[in-house]
């Protein structure tokens, strides 16, 4: 079935520095990628989404490019700050013959230290 | 726009009670998603819904879990005779007809004693 896998957290950085979290997923078809984050205590939010191979999903400075080549949809940002401290996770479309949903990976815990 | 509304936030039950958690869509949106979050792991779905009718409950664990989403009223997630393998923070999304867009609750937190 469809999956997605991240790299492991925690990922601890100093404010300003580059992030580069993975993600790689498995699925047939041509799903849709998405990244959500959680901050603590909170639910998800939509953070980026690209919905075709070669697409680029951006948001406040986070940036992500949908590469079918290598099934990887990694999420960048050139400078982090502390207000970046959350749970990334990296989610890709499933549709199957009963109707479609969300198959999130692990989560990344991000830390950035001032 | 209120966003999707989850209730309570926080719920502590003794094992063997009854857990229900509620869930109100953003204003417009038809279908409900559950997922469960368990410490240090992602987000699991359980089960999808439309008014009236359950579309993929491939998550659901076969015994003791229920849900629905009634024609009026919220979507309640029900756990019967809980366990404490079942404290987790359950959450809900809604999306629109045709959108893979999913909007969170700030999900609802069980933990059983």
């Known amino acids: 079935g469809n999956s997605v896998t991240q790299m492991e957290g925690p990922v601890t950085l100093s404010e300003e520095a580059f992030l580069t979290i993975n993600c790689t997923y498995t699925?047939?078809?041509?799903?849709?990628l998405f990244w959500y984050v959680q901050y603590p205590g909170e639910g998800l939010q939509l953070l980026l989404k690209?919905?075709?191979?070669?697409d680029k999903g951006s948001n406040k400075g986070f940036e992500a490019t949908y590469r079918k080549e290598t099934t990887s949809f990694h999420l960048e940002k050139g400078s982090v700050q502390v207000s970046d401290s959350a749970v990334y996770f990296c989610?890709?479309?499933?549709?199957?013959?009963?109707?479609?949903?969300?198959?999130f990976g692990q989560g990344t815990e991000l830390s950035v230290k001032p | 726009n209120a966003g999707v509304m989850q209730n309570p936030r926080h719920l502590v039950r003794r094992r063997g009670q009854e857990a229900r958690l509620r869930c109100s869509p953003m204003?417009?949106?038809?279908?409900v998603y559950w997922y469960r979050q368990l410490p240090e792991e992602g987000l699991k779905f359980m089960v999808y819904?439309?008014?009236?009718?359950?579309?993929?409950e491939s998550g659901m664990p076969k015994e003791r879990f229920s849900a629905e989403f009634p024609k009026e009223g919220p979507s309640i997630l029900r756990i019967q005779q809980v366990v404490r393998g079942d404290s987790a923070a359950y959450f809900c999304?809604?999306?629109?007809?045709?959108?893979?867009?999913?909007?969170f609750g700030e999900g609802s937190r069980l933990t059983v004693l």
């Open positions: 690209a919905t075709k191979a070669d």
């Open positions: 699925a047939t078809g041509y799903p849709s």
């Open positions: 999304a809604s999306s629109p007809v045709g959108e893979w867009e999913l909007f």
């Open positions: 819904l439309q008014k009236e009718n359950i579309i993929d």
């Open positions: 989610a890709l479309s499933d549709q199957g013959n009963q109707g479609g949903k969300l198959i």
């Open positions: 204003k417009g949106h038809s279908h």
